[in-house]
Structure formats: structure tokens, C-alpha cells
């Protein structure tokens, strides 16, 4: 019996060095795992960390290039001047430059050049500092030598083309750019040492790098000394200035780690515990199992419960973890990899790697070849076709396995990185190409000019086509920009419908979009292309409810006629679509050589118009409107005047048109409302003043606002203030307009309509709109005595008049036949040259003076 005991013990298996190893194993890939994923983390968060920086330059150097690059194009329309090199070349104009606001103080104030100066090799003639004109010399603002830059540019072979050099201004970094002052009219080539040099200095101040930080998504975009720069801040030199341009980088990678390793950390501590926890119970066992035989079955459940953690622990990692043999191929995928990719893992089981995943810059293969056990996990960007065919991209880590000094496989983690790439390509696609119609930006264009247009006189004849819209405007502000984003998108879509592939449209920005036409340059075939353009522009726009009419002007410019300069090309496009417009919109014109003074006479006016509205240089004069029968003067109609300081005195039609295609005509029409209730103050009674509102006041401006202020300020009574509103204001925005005019109503003001019977709606309008008067327009009035159907709609007129209870007056009148038959037709009131000419401020008092006195020595 002892005998049988002993033989029992001594058969009994000793398990306990067994579940050591195991227990040593386990935890050894426990901790592998741990390490993998936590170098992952690491490694990601170092990926994202650096394309921070690389994304943070990018945008940065972007900022500083697309700046430079504006203010290039700015000075080349300042230099390729004829006017500017009459006025500059030799003793400077000062009085034109800066007195006249050509080269003055609004360069500052408007375009934030903090120095404008005029030099030459030797002295500097011209000299505007923060917009106030200086004797002083260029050099002692400025940290660099100029005679250099003088040289560089009269030698080099295209004249047109600025410099931009970085320099310090008054101690501050700034960008300098220059170029020499040149005549853009036919005559002969002058001669480069002969030319003054126009430099324009862009001081990089921190409100404008604040404002460029913002247009780029840049955070903090500030200057730093190249001294103070930290180690690995992403920085854009500014050569010798000993500045450099940065911003505050996000760290999205360290915001990551800082999210995620606490809960991490905590799971992990879990993790331990419960593995520790096991560990314990498995050598507990183990030692149960060496007492007693029994307990045998029980050990072994409990090994298999701890590789069912393992295996749990894998396959709940985010990224799909893989091993392969010493021949590469595929011994285990986790379960993460079905989710990814849809495959089964037992379809790519025994499959060489390489079959699955490609790199398109080194063989997977080699790459592996080069890993060794003591580097850290090494990353390659590899592809792969999804279960549904489709293009993926991951992030592939791997490490060798080390078995007796010999590698016998490899094993790491795939994360799947598509939509970074997605991304990438975005953002790549995004700086060429318009956000909302996805047509080619100014970059792309450029790009493909200077590319088109290379081989200049052997290059393929181009036509560059400048398309603006017509009336969008209105639409965008009545409707709101999602309205005015459809517009876009439907134009966008018909452009590319009217060009061939070969053909490019790109969009500028606003309603400006361009079609350069390749291989094409008869005017036949052009003007066919613009008539067909056009028709389909002019198709309506459904958008809701809303049927959208626009149009377009087009103006046309040639490379085998204008030249091979991409720059120039678009110009003279410009200038021939300023053409255009100017003459009725809805067609298209060839660019010209004598536009160029057209636009130079236009700019002149303007920048004259624009003084003379800060100046108030305007007057106003005053035209009585009569009772019938001549006696008794009614209102009195304001009509402004400009008096030009060179030009003299200038009626309306010589610059109002002017100001409705600018800004000018709210401050404009604005002054005529106040001086007009200023001086209707001090005229007797209840005499009204009536005051004319342009179409364009109130598509720019809240005309009711302008006028309550107006009236508020000058105390002038409401009652006694007439508003003249043409037909146009309601063709622009029916429901728009009916809302302002109730508005003006309720302040209290009286509303004519004025040149009535002009339009092809005007009757329903005065059922719609609230109209107090009406004027007949003067040509019915001038043709009255010689057409039968003429007097005919004049009386038709009156007695629709009368029976809205309307007053109405007819304007025009220089006869007294006229004011005769206006009598008998019971006409209420007339205005005109037989009654009253237009008269200025002291006339019109004294005239009422002498009616007054008049008045007195009847009664």
C-alpha cells in the first residue's frame, strides 16, 4: 500500500514550472501590445505634430507669396502709365500726384502703402510717407541701398516687370516693391537709364498680419527676430531683415496624447490588475494541480480563459494588427482587419503580403529587409482595394521576430489613413480651384497662361473672354447669397456647356469669371462663341419659387494681337469689358488701343468726382413748379451741379451716371437731401422742396434710414418734402421697393413719380405702389402741339391722374401754346424754361422776394 502511494506521487506531473513559462510568455505579449499601441499613439501624434508644421508653413509662405503677388499687380497698373510717365518721369507733378490724389494720400489710407516715393539713380524726386507728401529721401526710411535696385530694374529685359525686395522701414520689417515708370501708348521704346522708378513700401505692421492671418486660417501670424526664434517653429525668413514671419502651431498630435493617455492609462492599470489577478490564480492553480491530480482539468480551463483575454485584447485594438512568416507570408490578421476591409481573414490566411498591400515607392518587401530589432517601429504609407473594390490608404508599422538571433517574421499594425489622404488632396485641390463652383481659380489661370503661353510667337493663337454678370447684384441682395450661390453654380455649369475640352473657364471672384479659348482667333468664329455665350447667360435661372433673369458683357482680348503677357492680356480684357458695359451691357468688345485713354479719362473723372464729394464742391439749383395757370409757385425741385475747378460748371448728365457705377452715389445724393432741407428752411410757408432718388440709392443704401436721419438733423418737416422715384427703382426689386416706399411714406413724406409714361408699366404701379403725384415725362409735353396722339396720351394722362387722386404735373413746358393747352386739359401744376429756368441758391431767393413783393401790390 505504501508502494502505491509512492508510486503515485512520483507519476504525478509538476505543472507549476509549466504555467511559469506561460505566465511569462503572456505577460511578454501583454507588454508587447501595450508598447505597439502606445507607439502608435506616439507615432501618430508625431504625424499629426508635423503636418501641423508643415501646413502652418505652407499657409504662411502662401499668405506672404499671394501679398506680394497683389501688390506686384497693383504698382504694374500705377507704372504702365502714359499718364503717370507724363507726369513722373521727369520733374514730378506734385500738384497732379498728390494734390489731384493720383498718387497721394489714399494710397495709405485706402491701400495701406505706408511709403510711396518716386526716385531715380541719383535723388529721390517724389516722396508720400503715411500719406503725407514729404521732402525727404527714400533711403532715410528705408535699411537698404536703392541704387542697385535702380539698376536691376532698367537692365533687365522686361521693363513691365516689378522687383520686391525685403528691407526695414523706420525699423520694421516691410515689403518693397518697385518698377519702372513706362508709357503704355504706342510710341517708340524710351530709353531704360532715362526712367524714374515708382516704389510702393508695405510695412508689415500687426494690424495687417492680424488681418492676413485671418484670410489664411493662420492663428497669432506675427514677426519675430530670427534670434528669438524657437527651436522647430515653422518660420518664413524675410531675408536680411533679421525677421522672420510664424504663427501659434495647434499641436493637434500632443492635444491627442493628452486626451487619450489618461483613459489609457487607467484601462491599462485595469488591464494589469486583472492580468496580475490571473497570474495569481493561474500559479495558485498550478500548485493545486501538483497536490492533486484532479485539479488538472480546471488548470487547463484556466489557461484557455487567459488566452481568450489575449485574443480579446487584440482584436479590440482600433487597427487591424498582422504577422508574417520569414517568406512573407500571412500567418494572422485580427478580427479589427474584417471591419476595415471587409474581407475574411481566411481569405488572405497563407497569401503573400505584398499581394494585399502596395507601395508605389519601395517594394514591401525591401522595406522589411531593412528593420532591425533595436529601431524604434517604422512606418510606410502603403494602398489596397477594399471588398468593395474601392481605393483605401494605410499607415503600415512593423517590427521584425527575433527567434534565436534570427529574424523568422514580421508582425505590426495597418491604420487606415483614407481620409487624411482625402484630405490632402482637398486641400491641394482647393488653393487651385473655386470653393463654391469648383471651376479654376486666379492661381490655375495664371499657371495655365504662363504655360499656354510660353513659346510666345509659336504658341497657339489664345482668346481670354472677361465675363461679368448683369443684375446680379439685385438678386444677391433681395434674395441672399444662397441665391446668389445657385446663380453662380448654374453659370458655372453653362460655361463649361458653351466651351470645348481643350477650352478653360475659370472664376476670378464675385461675379467675374474668364474663358481663354485655345486655338481660336478669327472674330467670325469669336463672335459666333459670345452670341451663343450670351443667349445661354440670358436663359432664366429657376431657383424655388423664383424665375432669375441676369445677362453679361464680355470683353475680349487677343495674344497675337495684344501680346503674350498674361498680365497684359487680362488688362486689356478688362478695359474692353469696362467698354462694354459703358455701352448697354449684354454685348462684348474687342480691346482697342484708344480704350486706354478712355479708361484714363474715366479714372481722371473719378478720382476728380471722388475729391469733389469730400471737398463738397457741388451747388444746388432750383426750378419752381407752378399752378397752371403760372401764378403760384408749388415746390421747387433741387438739381445738383458740380462745380469743377477746372472744367467749370457741370450739369448732371456729366457725372451722375458715374456715381450710380461707384460707391459716390449714396454720399452724393445724400448731401443734395440735407443742403436741399437746409435751404428750404428759410423759404416761406408751407413751400415743399422736391428731391430726385437714384435707382442705384437704393440697391446701395437704406435710403428710408438716410432720409429719416436727414430730417431728424435739419428739424426740416416732413410734409414739406417731395421724393422723386423713377420707374426703374420698382423694375430692379418689385417687392423691395414697396416696402421702401411704404416705409417713406410712413415718415411722413410726399412720393411723385417721375417721367411717367415712359415705362410699359406704369399704370400698374400707381395701383401698387403709394404715390402721392405723378410727372408727365417732357418729350410727350415737347411733341404735344405736333402729334394729335401725343396731346391725345397727355390728356389720357391727366384724367387717369385725377381719378387716383393724383396731382399731376407736367414738365418740360417752353411754349405758352403748351402751358395753353395744359390749361384747358385742367392740368394742376407745370414746371419748365416758359416758367423758370433751373437757378442757383441767391436767384431763387430773390425771385421769391419779388413774387412776395408782387403779392403785396396786388392785394
Known sequence: MDFAATTTRSNTPRHTPITRRLVAAVGGLFVLGVLVAVVALFNIARQLDAQDVRKNFFYTERAVENRITASKNYITSYTYWTTAYEH???????????????????????????????????????????????????????????????????????????????????????????????????????????????????????????????????????????????????????????????????????????????????????????????????????????????????????????????????????????????????????????????????????QDIEQLLYCDTTPIALWLGTLTQEQSASNLRCSYRDHSGQLRFCRVSARPIIDKAAVVGYRGTASDITDEVAAHAQVQHLSLHDALTGLPNRNKLARYLDDALLAKEHAPPLTLLMVDLDNFKPINDSLGHPAGDAVLLEVAQRLRDCTREQDLVARLGGDEFVVVLSGMEHTTEIDRFCERLIGSLQQPIHYETHSLH???????????????????????????????????????????????????????????????????????????????????????????????????????DAFIPLAEQTDLIVPLSNWVLREACETALSWPGELMVSVNLSPAQFERSDVVEDVRRVLIETRFPASRLELEITENVMLNDVDGALHTMNALKELGVRLNMDDFGTGYSSLGYLRTYPFDGIKIDKRFIASMSNSSNDRAVVQAIINLGKAMGLTVTAEGVETLAQLGSLGSDQCHEVQGYFLSRPIDKQAFAHLLQDRQALSKTGS
Open 550 to 652: 441676369i445677362g453679361a458683357s464680355i470683353g475680349i482680348a487677343v495674344s497675337r494681337r495684344q501680346g503674350h503677357v498674361p498680365g497684359e492680356l487680362i488688362r486689356c480684357a478688362d478695359i474692353a469689358l469696362y467698354q462694354a458695359k459703358s455701352e448697354g451691357k449684354r454685348t462684348w468688345c474687342y480691346f482697342a488701343s484708344q480704350m486706354n485713354d478712355q479708361i484714363q479719362h474715366r479714372r481722371q473723372l473719378e478720382s476728380d468726382l471722388r475729391q469733389a464729394v469730400r471737398q463738397h464742391e457741388f451747388v444746388l439749383h432750383f426750378q419752381p413748379r407752378y399752378t397752371v395757370d403760372g401764378r403760384d409757385i408749388v415746390a421747387v425741385e433741387a438739381l445738383v451741379r458740380w462745380q469743377h475747378p477746372t472744367q467749370g460748371l457741370l450739369g448732371p
Open 88 to 350: 513722373l518721369n521727369g520733374e514730378v507733378d506734385v500738384q497732379w500726384a498728390y494734390a489731384d490724389q493720383n498718387m497721394g494720400k489714399t494710397l495709405f489710407t485706402n491701400d495701406g502703402y505706408e511709403g510711396v516715393f518716386v526716385i531715380d539713380r541719383e535723388r529721390t524726386k517724389y516722396a508720400v510717407v503715411r500719406g503725407q507728401h514729404q521732402q525727404t529721401d527714400a533711403r532715410a526710411h528705408m535699411d537698404m541701398p536703392l541704387e542697385p535696385l535702380v539698376d536691376q530694374l532698367q537692365a533687365q529685359a522686361d521693363l513691365t516687370a516689378p522687383a520686391v525686395r525685403y528691407t526695414l522701414f523706420e525699423g520694421w520689417p516691410a515689403i518693397v516693391t518697385a518698377s519702372v515708370i513706362l508709357p503704355n501708348d504706342e510710341r517708340p521704346r524710351v530709353a531704360p537709364q532715362g526712367t524714374s522708378v515708382l516704389v510702393f513700401v508695405d510695412q508689415l505692421t500687426h494690424v495687417k498680419l492680424r488681418a492676413l492671418g485671418q484670410n489664411y486660417g493662420l492663428t497669432d501670424l506675427h514677426l519675430v527676430k530670427d534670434s528669438e526664434l524657437a527651436p522647430g517653429q515653422p518660420a518664413v525668413p524675410l531675408d536680411s531683415t533679421g525677421y522672420s514671419l510664424v504663427s501659434r502651431l495647434e499641436r493637434p498630435g500632443q492635444h491627442l496624447l493628452w486626451s487619450l493617455l489618461p483613459p489609457l492609462g487607467g484601462a491599462l492599470l485595469i488591464l494589469a490588475l486583472l492580468t496580475a489577478y490571473f497570474f495569481r490564480y493561474a500559479l495558485r492553480t498550478a500548485r493545486q494541480v501538483d497536490a492533486s491530480y484532479d485539479s488538472l482539468e480546471r488548470s487547463t480551463q484556466a489557461l484557455e480563459a487567459s488566452e481568450e483575454r489575449f485574443r480579446a485584447v487584440a482584436e479590440a485594438a482600433s487597427d487591424w494588427i498582422w504577422e508574417i512568416d520569414g517568406e512573407g507570408h500571412i500567418t494572422y490578421l485580427s478580427g479589427r482587419f474584417g471591419t476595415v476591409t471587409g474581407f475574411s481573414d481566411r481569405q488572405w490566411l497563407g
